[in-house]
């Protein structure tokens, strides 16, 4: 199982990015994706995340600046972020929870590759 992250790169204050994440491999059923991000010198937090049924959560600096959306069919998460600030500068990373092909009801978590979010001033 494989996921690919994209969509970062360079906006100033206030601007908006749209990141993506894709699943794929062996894969059953995608249970729940988020983002989480790590800025330089912090450790990884999580930004959002979002159930196959469309349950979704919100970590507190958000403050409804982003929207994070999921796609069952594609094994897709997206998260549409606005008003982007100076300190949501950081590594984005996309993380799955799913059930894989011929492992029943056991859930497996993966990580993607980042993918970086450069705010400027």
């Known amino acids: 199982v494989q996921l690919q992250a994209y969509g970062g790169g360079l906006v100033q204050a206030g601007g908006s990015l749209r990141l993506s994440c894709s699943a794929s491999?062996?894969?059953?059923?995608?249970?729940?994706m988020g983002w989480y991000r790590q800025a330089p010198g912090k450790q990884r937090e999580l930004v959002a995340n979002?159930?196959?049924?469309?349950?979704?959560n919100y970590s507190n600096f958000v403050e409804g600046r982003f929207t994070i959306s999921i796609d069952n069919a594609k094994n897709a998460v997206y998260l549409q972020m606005n008003s982007l600030k100076l300190e949501d500068t950081a590594v984005y990373h996309c993380?799955?929870?799913?059930?894989?092909?011929?492992?029943?009801?056991?859930?497996?978590?993966?990580w993607g590759r980042g993918t970086l979010v450069t705010v400027s001033s």
């Open positions: 993380k799955a929870a799913l059930l894989r092909s011929g492992y029943g009801l056991a859930v497996f978590n993966y």
């Open positions: 491999g062996y894969i059953n059923r995608v249970e729940a």
């Open positions: 979002i159930t196959r049924e469309g349950i979704s």
